[in-house]
Nanobody, 123 residues
Framework: VQLQASGGGLVQAGGSLRLSCVSS????????MAWFRQAPGKERELVAAINWNGGSTKYSDSVMGRFTISKDRSTGTAYLQMTGLKPEDTAVYYCAAARSSSLVTTRSLYNNWGQGTLVTVSS
């Protein structure tokens, strides 16, 4: 599975962005997927995860109520709708696909990663 993340950019605090993660040949259609982020000097952290058909989702406490993860199962594309952005959301955002079809929250269980897309939120 090859993943291509896009949609990052510079936005003012309070603004919105939508990230997309396209999988090659729709090969992530049956996989759990997730968005992680890594800020400078910090470890990569889970932002949101979703199971193969979008029926189950999980969010980190820091983004709950502001971000929404979704998935188009027919294409294997995952999305992260981000609203109410804060400067502390600034990071490189990575999409990932797990071997499992379940909702997976453990980073080590993700075996396919996109290249990352930078989100910068100005105050």
């Amino acid at each position: 599975v090859q993943l291509q993340a896009s949609g990052g950019g510079l936005v003012q605090a309070g603004g919105s962005l939508r990230l997309s993660c396209v999988s090659s040949r729709r090969t992530a259609s049956n996989n759990g997927m997730a968005w992680f982020r890594q800020a400078p000097g910090k470890e990569r952290e889970l932002v949101a995860a979703i199971n193969w058909n979008g029926g189950s989702t999980k969010y980190s406490d820091s983004v709950m109520g502001r971000f929404t993860i979704s998935k188009d199962r027919s294409t294997g594309t995952a999305y992260l709708q981000m609203t109410g952005l804060k400067p502390e959301d600034t990071a490189v955002y990575y999409c990932a696909a797990a071997r499992s079809s379940s909702l997976v929250t453990t980073r080590s269980l993700y075996n396919n990663w996109g290249q990352g897309t930078l989100v910068t939120v100005s105050s």
